[in-house]
């Protein structure tokens, strides 16, 4: 299968940060986004969390639709059975879409609907489709949906909220899903989510994965635009 304008974005921009949108100041988010375009950022990572699969309740399709930018949206879904939820997700502009391994009984069917569906924002820029497995999730959940994906996200925190601290056992998962990845053969991209900070994003740039959430470490309130050209560069320094 031919390789989806969408994975060629991010397979130029890699390695790279996707910046979580949910934690930027949402009072002047048009001001927020229009700063990261300034940086260089390719990837907006918008965090849905439906108060069932983790307690907190953010954002849904109207706020993902009224985002208009020229980033990509990273679309991280972390609500409770999915499959009658995604279409909405990629009708409202979703570039990439992650669901949770632990979210459903039909992950492989919920993929597969995905699969069908066209990028609303391009129809010929194709769609991502992820999943996404909490730090106590088995990584053997991954192998048999290794035909249905295109990106594989690890959470370094249980989901739920944004500033939480790096779950050290993840950089050893990211080594272990760089092994099943190259032994299947295919392009999928490999993505760490969740306590990324200026002191410890170098450390998990050198792992080699592609993509590298971000979001409290960015919008701190204080210097978002000097935090996300200081990861960006970061990470960037890291390409092998
Ligand atoms: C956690 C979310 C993460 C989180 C990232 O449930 O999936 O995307 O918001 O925020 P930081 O970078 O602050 O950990
Ligand atoms: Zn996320």
Redesign the pocket.
């Known amino acids: 299968m031919a390789k989806s304008r969408c994975l060629e974005i991010i397979r130029a921009a890699a390695p790279t940060v996707s910046v ?1 949108i ?2 930027a100041n949402l009072l002047s988010l048009g001001s927020e986004i229009t700063l990261l375009e300034r940086t260089g950022t390719t990837l907006a ?1 918008f ?1 849905v ?1 439906d108060g069932c699969f ?1 307690p ?1 309740m953010t954002v849904g399709p109207p706020f993902i639709k009224a985002v208009k930018t020229s980033l990509l949206k990273d679309v ?1 879904l ?1 609500v409770a059975e999915p499959l009658n939820k995604v279409a909405e997700y990629v009708a409202v502009g979703a570039d990439l879409l992650t669901i949770h391994v632990e979210t459903c009984a039909h992950v492989h069917r919920v993929l597969q609907v995905l699969g069908t569906l066209k990028n609303a924002n391009d129809p010929e820029r194709g769609l991502l489709r992820g999943i ?1 497995l909490n730090p106590g999730t088995p990584l053997g959940a991954i192998y048999p949906l290794l035909d249905e994906i295109e990106m594989i996200t690890l ?10 601290k ?1 779950i050290a056992s993840t950089t050893d998962r990211i080594a272990r899903v760089q092994r099943i990845i190259a032994d299947s053969g295919k392009d999928i991209v490999l993505c760490v ?5 200026r002191n410890n994003i170098a450390e998990i740039a050198a792992t080699g994965v592609d993509l590298i ?6 919008f701190d309130g204080k210097a978002p635009e000097a935090n996300a050209r200081f990861m960006l560069e970061t990470v960037a320094a890291a390409k092998k």
Do not use: R
């Open positions: 979580g949910v934690t990572h965090d969390m983790c907190m991280h972390m996404a959470l370094a925190v249980n989901p739920g909220w944004g500033g939480q790096y989510d969740g306590g990324i900070t959430v971000a979001g409290s470490a960015i």
